[in-house]
Nanobody, 127 residues
């Protein structure tokens, strides 16, 4: 079992930056790739970014490429999402999730491939 807890959400003005974190409980963190998804009211949960068990491999949605950066610290069992140049359309609840290392590439973009999910953290970008 892997438990995920997000933190760091909040309110920020458009153009600002924010970093959200996801800490896992359990000694198997390095056995999983990690992903960030987001869900705005009335919309589907969308892929934002993903990172393999080794941070050499990262994936991004086109809408955040160049603005967001995903990273992980296996020693701290934590994955981060640094968000720069935030826009009002980035407003959503952000969820982190764990995906088994048997998955790769485009499989990171499919929420159905993730085994564990956090409860989410709200990010609100004001215009």
């Amino acid at each position: 079992q892997v438990q995920l807890v997000e933190s760091g959400g909040g309110l920020v003005q458009a153009g600002g930056s924010l970093r959200v974190s996801c800490t896992t409980a359990g000694r198997t963190f390095s056995s999983y790739g990690m992903g960030w998804f987001r869900q705005a009211p009335g919309k589907d949960r969308d892929f934002v970014a993903g990172i393999g068990w080794s941070d050499d491999i990262t994936y991004y949605a086109d809408s955040v490429k160049g603005r967001f950066t995903i990273s992980r610290d296996n020693a701290k069992n934590t994955v981060y999402l640094r968000m720069n140049s935030l826009k009002p359309e980035d407003t959503a609840v952000y969820y982190c999730a764990a995906i088994r290392n048997s998955y790769s590439g485009r499989q990171y973009y499919d929420s159905g491939n993730y085994a564990y999910w956090g409860q989410g953290t709200q990010v609100t970008v004001s215009s």
